[in-house]
């Protein structure tokens, strides 16, 4: 079938159905971040590949909405069909649901899948349509086209994580939901995202690539917990382990059928941003069920990692830290001897020898390498043809992590591969000062991510230069790279906590030139008490040189070069001991002081 | 009368009209920070003379909520009396709403009057009692009993500010608040605030000490603006220009009257924290008139100061200036004869220098000269015993201002009299890193004063030192000295404009020992815009140099030290002019750069 012929399809099967248009989004009934290829159903019905899309098809039209990051890819990838891409977010360029509402007429209907599309996301659409007198209507008619091509859910063996290893039963963290839900007069949760399913249960697999969690939803109640999980996932030993705390285990698909017979009372707290359409429907037509909006517990729960979890993370670092020291010796010396290197190839070298630290089971993410005025592009990822040299001039940007038994890790290193010019030296240092502001905050307990984004900004700013993204986000344990609640970013109202971990990953893009990142994980942690309050500050968790060659050290304050100074001295320290005497030297060498 | 009798009378009338407890507020019908004493009904009644209280009386109790500046004060002046001191916002103590709760059963009322009190803490009490089955009644038995010693409702001679001072006719700061009307859905304001008044009209008299407003209403309807102002108080020239605009006048006591007999239809906007419970419900009982809350939009508008106010503003500071450097040399030259000196002293000092400059109307607050720890007291306020000999060792600090015809001034200095400790130069030299980082903060047009308070904050929290108050406030136009919605504080959510000006005060308040504050108005300034978005900065208004004399010059970087240079040349360009060759020798040494 050919695009157009798959456009066709939809439309018939509106037709079919009563109905004059689709809408389908990159969304699955898991409202993540990440989705299995078997709920990713645009690359296939359009031809784009990018992630993040929504297609609307009419009786007569089509069209597909993307970000910035993808204007160019989707009008490649778009031409030659009857689909027109949308620029989402350019001047005069209509929003989905603007363009929807010009239309539909009085007495129409959209089909959508409301089994993979948020609560809050339908809601918008319906809103859109209905002063035209249009209505939203959910109705899968992707299966039926999409057909034998389409993958099959990941059926990956499923593990439990041991409580040494997690700091938490699921008995006990089950204990937790329930009193953050009592707060929120509530019973009952239906947890959906991967994340919180994984977090709630200790419950692991390698379903998504970069992700070791397992396609499942879960429902707690106030007196039980069902595990929905396709059959024969779990041991017979982890079964009986879920089992003896309480854990019901039905079927994968049994969901909704679960909800809609529920016989027990309970009021159900839901989160209309992460929940689907159609559970949210099926909750809200139980009579024995009361819905009340509100933000999952779990997010805030997990968001705190507990003394465990955080032992487990820096013994993760660690790992990581030996890794890319070796890694960077290996860049070193390909570089002294003239050897050709292609940005693809340090997705290669970094997987090597993260690959020989114990406990390593796969990458956090697809490694970014962008070599020069590539890594301008914030979401840039060399692969197949698109792939640069690299020179020896300039930065080049590696932006990585890994998944181990004990954590996740993310990290971005901007090296120096030759020659600077003053620019790249002065955008260096000045994305280094905020990196280091930014580290070394010291602030009172009621701080949001908002108020403390400011500490990063700072340095930049005085120089009139932003970026374009958040200064840090949440990292999950043995989960998601990218995690909530708490990000460092305007806008974000959550206050820090110890315990929170975080990336302080500010940046300089500047396009057709240069693009500089340098990240660390920072843990938040208890600074003590005194007459003026509880005080906060973060701890670097990263375990990984900065390179020093770069920075015009005049720029720097004393208590910056004081901070950077500190940090080398801890990361030599602590990678030392498992190190060669000829990587001690050579990690010596990186860690020296600077600015004396 | 004695205090137990003015109790006991509030009790009797309590009781005479149905009712079981009498709730007196610090509050007036216009819910603003300053009340006329016709107004202030606790001192009378209570013999307490802070600011900010609430009293409550039961058929057998009576209790007095102060803040904390004021537990010490209250405790003493309540002594011999039936009413308790409670410390509000002290460990154990109960909140006036949760002690109401326990006093008050099924079927029993409270009084208060409604007519001046925010109607949202009215429905907080109303809420507080509704548990237990009692209810709130708006009932004024205050001025009965308060008869003859009661002061009369100000009367001094209002006048109109010329467009020329104001940069805006009345005719369009209404037609500015009619598009903002617009934009909320709503066509009419009851506009209380003495300075929202004052802003709309460009109104003005003597009313309050410190404060050049009038005690006058207005009301905008779609077509016309009417404004309650007591009789005679215009000339026949002002009635006639306002008259000319559309605004026509009636009594100050008439405005529930004409909320009552309006026949128009509007939708009326209002801010139940700064509209009068009585007010409230009479819009609300009018069947032409639908009530909409939200923000009041003259906070937003009058925030934003023109470009003729701001030269006005840019003025009467360096009117301030010349005054502060006059002062200082005073200072300087008492201090050199060995004369000795009070805290008093200090008020008529500054103020004699102020009068000396041209429209000079009076202080814009009183004068607060504290020494040594006295400073490290937020409120504290030389007067009458409480006044302390000035020694030469240690610091001065004086918060001032000044009403000119051409603005408004806030400005802190903290003086060193003296050999200082190490302690004292730290804390001057943290508090002017703090000071400095505010001022020479560059940002994206989305921050609000949340975000940017972290700048202030950075170089004491790095100490972990806070003050417990916020970084600066909004400044009225010949007006209130403090003056929203823009502040720098945690929680505030105003975005920041060019145009607003704002004062930088941040402080160190260590009890016992010190108390330092540095404080300069600035003026939020458009800095351009570039490919990363609108760039905003402030600029200092406040003309007056800052004592370098304390100041650690290798603590402060390369950047503060440029700021605080450039700062004092600044200032000795713009003052010279307006000085004797004395003066400029004197300001000269004080401007001195510093660590070169």
Partial sequence: MTVN???AALRAAARANGADGVLVMTSDPHCGEYLPDHYNALPWFTGFTGENAT??????????????????????????????????????????????ADRFAAGQTLLLDGSCAPTDTVRKYADALRPAGACVKSLDVVSGIWGEERPALPDT????????????????????????????????????GLDCVGWLLNLRAHDLPCTPLAVAHAFVGAAGCTLFLAPGRLSDADAAALAAQGVDVRGYDELLDFVRAYDK??????????????????????????????????????????PVELANIRECHIRDGVALVRF??????????????????????LRRRRAEQPGYWDDSFPTIAAYGPNAAMMHYHAEGEVNS??????????????????????????????????????????????HIDMARAVFLDYCTGFALDSFARGPLWAHKINYRCGTGHGVGFIANVHEGPQSLRPQNGVVFKPGMTITDEPGVYETDEVGIRIENELECVDAGANQYGNWLAFRPLTVV????????????????????????????????????????????????????
């Avoid at 439990?160 to 509530?186: C, I, P, Q, W």
């Avoid at 960077?328 to 340090?346: N, Q, R, V």
């Avoid at 950077?564 to 002081?593: M, Q, S």
């Fill in 5 to 7: 012929e798959k456009i």
């Fill in 55 to 100: 297609l609307a098809v009419t009786g007569t039209e089509s069209a597909l909405w993307v970000d910035g990051r993808f204007y160019v890819q989707a009008d490649k990838q778009l031409a030659g069909t009857e689909i027109r891409s949308m620029h989402d977010g350019a001047a005069g360029v209509p929003k989905v649901a603007e363009w929807l």
């Fill in 157 to 192: 063996p499923c593990f439990l994580l041991d409580a040494s290893v997690t700091g938490a039963t699921a008995a006990e963290k089950m204990d937790a939901v329930r009193a953050e839900l009592n707060k929120a007069g509530a019973t009952a949760l239906a947890v959906t």
């Fill in 265 to 306: 009372d309970e009021t159900v707290l839901v989160s209309p941003a992460s929940t689907n359409y159609d559970l949210y429907n099926a909750l809200s037509a139980n009579p024995h069920l009361t819905v009340r909006e509100g933000a999952d517990p779990i997010q805030a729960l997990k968001g705190v990692k507990n």
């Fill in 328 to 349: 960077e010796m290996d860049l070193e010396k390909a570089l002294a001897e003239g050897k050709p290197l292609m940005e693809t190839d340090i997705e290669v070298m």
């Fill in 389 to 434: 040299p690299i020179l020896r001039k300039g930065f080049l940007l590696i932006d990585n992590g890994g998944q181990y038994d004990c954590g996740t890790t993310d990290i971005t290193r901007t090296y120096p591969m030759g020659p600077l010019t003053d620019n790249e030296r002065k955008y260096y240092t000045w994305t280094l000062q905020s």
């Fill in 545 to 596: 040189p900065i390179s020093t060659e770069p920075v015009l050290v005049d720029e720097l304050s004393r208590v910056q070069i004081d901070w950077l100074n500190d940090y080398h001295r801890w990361v030599y320290d602590t990678l030392a001991p498992r190190l060669t005497e000829e990587e001690k030297t050579w990690l010596k060498a990186k860690c020296a002081p600077i600015g004396r």
